[in-house]
């Protein structure tokens, strides 16, 4: 469904995304949309292993984004009768730091 609604390069992103990590660890957890719906622990832990094996919250949070609108979706068309993505809690967002040159490295760099 979102094929359309975002870039090739996106999609593409959110595919592989879904199939090489969201996937295999429901897969694993045999959960299934029923066990997502009656125990959003298993969207939960999912992050809470996404973080522990060093991803940014930033990245967990767009995996979150992607999550619940599939489980919009399945809202929408009647799968399931609410989003279990909206009961459980997204990471905070780490806030940017930028990072400047100093004028030695400055100097260095422009060599």
Do not use: W
Request: proline share 4%.
């Amino acid at each position: 469904m979102m094929k359309q609604c975002v870039e090739e390069s996106t999609f593409a992103t959110y595919r592989s995304t879904r199939k090489k990590r969201v996937v295999p660890y429901l897969r694993d957890k045999q959960c299934t949309l029923t066990d997502l719906k009656e125990n959003p622990k298993y969207i939960q832990e999912y992050y809470q292993s996404e973080l522990k094996q060093g991803l940014t919250a930033n990245t967990v949070i767009h995996r979150h984004a992607n999550i619940r609108k599939a489980l919009l979706y399945a809202f929408q068309v009647g799968l399931i009768k609410s989003n279990p993505a909206d009961r459980v809690e997204r990471p905070k967002k780490e806030k940017f730091i930028a990072s400047y040159y100093n004028n030695e490295e400055s100097d260095t760099q422009a060599r």
